[in-house]
């Protein structure tokens, strides 16, 4: 049974994590805290980097709500210099997944960064939100498509986890680290046993996202499969490259799909003419969508967030969970799991897919 400090001040759980992140630049174990704040109620929350106690008392740690990634937040913070401050960090588990992966590519520097999770119960589509936002994810079938198939809706690398299930009120504080731990000492809590409700509350969530997600695995499979399949799948796409932008394993600084590579003259549209026999202009989103699944699915987090920038509605998230998961588990790797872990397009083995090559 996993110890942690409860947090009682306040009975609503985003009022006591707000009050525990501000106590923490109270105490001045932190220069700063990186949380998602409304920037006018209603409208969702972003991503603040926050100086200022009553600030960050306002900020709503489990809003469903997720309009952009704190791993690409924390990208733009570290990738040059690291923090020579301490600053708390407070991320989703897709996030800290996120985090992980871009540790190994070197776009993140994790010096100074306290990692604060919490048990992700999921977030809602960003119009559906905005049609009745809210401050706790209590309607199971407004969640996001993403958050319905995520199996990993604790964090597994971090300092500590939030929660607020199976807790009475408020919330409890777990140390997943040994600087976690010394950190809630230092803010004076004394640490109990969790409840063992919130293991409970975990396995039935754990038991709900295996079913849904094997259902639209099979559903996609069966519905999208083929080259017919998969024009079918993104038939839709306009090109407008809104999921890449999103997608916080997309990191690259000179992107080939942004490139004079693929400004072409008459001449090569006229040869493909030639070949094909029919052209889509000015270029073909099959070819775009094709070569990111070759070049994030070995590291995909399953946030979904492609998904939410498409502006025709692709779930695009989908076929990117449903292909990580088979690049991914021939390589018997897990996006996220471990910063121990070099990434598949990083190591080379001298013999690995031998099943392949007979």
């Avoid at 971090?158 to 010394?182: F, H, R």
């Avoid at 079918?232 to 942004?258: A, H, L, Q, S, Y």
């Avoid at 001298?350 to 007979?358: S, T």
């Amino acid at each position: 049974m996993s110890k942690g400090a409860w947090i009682k001040t306040k009975k609503d759980p985003n009022e006591a994590a707000g009050w525990f992140l501000a106590e923490l630049r109270r105490k001045d174990i932190v220069k700063g805290v990186m949380a998602q704040k409304e920037m006018y109620p209603g409208q969702g929350a972003w991503h603040y980097l926050l100086k200022n106690p009553e600030d960050i008392e306002k900020t709503k740690v489990f809003i469903p709500f997720m309009g952009s990634s704190g791993a690409t937040a924390l990208s733009k913070l570290t990738k040059d210099k690291p923090l020579k401050d301490p600053v708390a960090m407070v991320l989703r588990p897709c996030e800290v997944r996120g985090v992980v992966e871009l540790t190994k590519y070197k776009q993140i520097q994790l010096d100074n960064v306290i990692i604060i999770s919490f048990d992700c119960v999921g977030t809602y589509e960003r119009t559906t939100y905005l049609e009745g936002p809210t401050y706790l994810p209590e309607d199971e079938e407004k969640l996001r498509g993403a958050c319905k198939r995520c199996k990993r809706f604790t964090p597994n690398f971090g300092d500590i986890t939030l929660t607020y299930l199976g807790i009475s009120e408020g919330i409890m504080a777990i140390p997943t680290s040994e600087k976690g731990e010394e950190i809630l000492k230092s803010l004076g809590f004394e640490l109990v046993e969790v409840p063992a409700e919130r293991e409970k509350k975990l396995a039935e969530l754990q038991e709900k996202r295996e079913k849904a997600r094997e259902e639209q695995f099979t559903e996609f499979k069966k519905e999208y499969s083929g080259m017919e399949g998969q024009l079918k799948f993104f038939g839709k796409c306009i090109n407008c490259k809104n999921c890449m932008e999103n997608c916080p394993i997309c990191f690259c600084k000179e992107c080939f799909f942004k490139s004079p590579s693929l400004t072409w003259d008459s001449e090569v549209y006229m040869d493909m003419l030639d070949n094909k026999g029919a052209v889509r202009m000015p270029e073909d989103p099959i070819f775009f969508q094709w070569g990111r699944l070759a070049h994030i699915t070995p590291s995909c987090i399953g946030c979904g967030l492609c998904t939410e920038a498409c502006p025709v509605g692709i779930d695009v998230g989908l076929i990117f969970s449903y292909v990580a998961e088979h690049v991914q588990g021939a390589f018997d790797y897990e996006a996220g799991r471990s910063l121990d872990e070099s990434p598949i397009l990083m190591e080379f083995k001298e013999k690995e897919l031998e099943d392949l090559a007979m």
